[in-house]
């Protein structure tokens, strides 16, 4: 096991983990819960981490992680269908499952 991204929130880690496993590669993502007991962290600084079951994909799962990024910035897309923003780099709503142009 071996960590390659540390994401912002859960959707990002949800995004990347996708990507990953669409991509064949095996991952995880940790950190997902916070405790929540008293004197513990809260949520908020607990940031998921994604992880490759397999150490031999980890240079390529950064590698792939970096692609999502600049597709990211890319912009983003507005379904015609339903009018929902899509991240740049999906292919159909997440929303409805409309094509995107
Ligand atoms: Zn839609």
């Known amino acids: 096991m071996k960590r390659v991204y540390l994401a912002a929130d859960l959707a ?4 990347a983990l996708d990507w990953l496993n669409m991509r064949g590669i095996r991952a995880h993502v940790f950190n ?16 998921p981490e994604v992880w490759v079951e397999d150490d031999e994909d ?8 970096k692609e999502i990024h600049a597709a990211e910035d890319a912009g983003s897309k507005r379904c015609p269908q339903c009018g929902e ?17």
């Open 12 to 15: 990002d880690a949800q995004i």
């Open 32 to 47: 997902t819960h916070a405790t929540g007991g008293l004197g513990e962290l809260a949520a908020t600084q607990i940031w």
């Open 58 to 65: 980890a240079e390529q799962a950064i590698q792939l992680l």
């Open 85 to 101: 923003e899509n991240p740049g780099n999906f292919l159909s709503c997440w929303h409805c499952g409309q094509a995107l142009a």
